[in-house]
């Protein structure tokens, strides 16, 4: 029995909550959030307009609360290769590739998110967390490898920054033109190049 005063967990609440996410979702995939309004999230989650600023002030607001959960799905993509030590190339790969599939969907608000250069003050909020996360995150991993001799000469932040944005510029240069390279290709391509940038060599 839950203590005196305690609040009970809003079932419902949670629900029109992640109906509305996944409303955003599909919406913020069609057309950039500029184009979007509140009417229109509201009505593909099925809710009244009120209930959109129940949960959310505003759209960036929104955006935001959308990217913080998504984004959480690539470190689950790199997990293995974040785990591993040495080169790795498989782990990196697979986990390059599953973000790729990802940015093909998702890409058009996903590029809000990272690359609009005003997106407001809570979408910027979380784009420089999930950034320093992802950093912080790659060079703890390549640190490792540092103390063992396996990498070049350089600082692990700094190679992990660099890697970072190499993987974020070219997914999203993927999505806004997904008929440019083979998937295949791209994604071996910048799997050699972090490591080369990392390592100075690939496995043979």
Not at 1 to 19: F, H, L
Not at 111 to 133: I, K, Y
Not at 134 to 148: N, Q, V
Request: net charge negative; with cysteine; aromatic share 6%.
């Amino acid at each position: 029995m839950p203590a005196i005063g305690s609040r009970r967990a809003p079932t419902k609440g949670d629900q029109r909550e992640q109906a509305l996410l996944d409303a955003a979702r599909v919406v913020l995939r069609e057309k950039p959030i500029g184009q979007v309004t509140i009417d229109e999230l509201a009505g593909a989650a099925g809710i009244a307009r009120s209930g959109f600023y129940f949960y959310f002030e505003s759209k960036q607001a929104l955006l935001a609360a959308l990217s913080d959960r998504a984004i959480g799905q690539t470190d689950a993509d790199m997990k293995e290769w974040l785990d591993s030590d040495g080169l790795d190339r498989a782990a990196l790969r697979e986990g390059l590739m599953l973000s790729l599939k990802r940015w093909k969907v998702e890409g058009r608000w996903l590029r809000e998110v990272f690359l609009a250069p005003d997106p407001g003050p809570e979408v910027m909020g979380v784009r420089e967390r999930l950034v320093e996360e992802g950093c912080s995150a790659f060079g703890h991993r390549i640190e490792r490898d540092a103390r063992a001799g396996l990498t070049v000469q350089g600082p692990p932040a700094l190679l992990a920054t660099m890697a970072i944005k190499l993987r974020l510029t070219t997914f999203a240069d993927a999505f806004a033109d997904p008929a440019a390279n083979d998937e295949d290709e791209l994604v071996d391509t910048l799997t050699d190049a972090i490591l080369r940038l990392v390592y100075g060599a690939t496995p043979a």
